[in-house]
Nanobody, 123 residues
């Protein structure tokens, strides 16, 4: 059993900053990619940024230069520092983890999502 939990959402004025954190827990062997996605009302869920266990990062064009993703492999955590926020960043943000984990039938792999955390940016 693996759980993924986000924290750190909230409300901020345009130009402000927020930091999101996510922790994966359970019978984890390793995590390859951890990432952040977001979904605004009436829109599809989209990638914000992700990071491999080796530290390679990938950002959506709309977040490059403003957002920074980081992780601590030993703690199975990933964070997203969001600066220069604007109203278009308002969405529910979801943490995603590509996990290899122990099971009674041997190692398995699955993708897990957190429950989401709301980020609201007022202009």
């Amino acid at each position: 059993q693996v759980q993924v939990r986000e924290s750190g959402g909230g409300s901020v004025q345009a130009g402000g900053s927020l930091r999101l954190s996510c922790a994966a827990s359970g019978s984890i062997l390793s995590i390859n990619v951890m990432g952040w996605y977001r979904q605004a009302p009436g829109k599809q869920r989209e990638l914000v940024a992700d990071i491999t266990s080796g530290g390679g990062t990938n950002y959506a064009d709309s977040t490059k230069g403003r957002f920074t993703i980081s992780r601590v492999n030993a703690q199975n955590t990933v964070s997203l520092q969001m600066n220069s926020l604007n109203a278009e960043d308002t969405a529910v943000y979801y943490c995603n983890a590509d996990v290899r984990y122990y099971s009674t039938t041997g190692p398995r792999r699955n993708t897990y999502w957190g429950q989401g955390t709301q980020v609201t940016v007022s202009s």
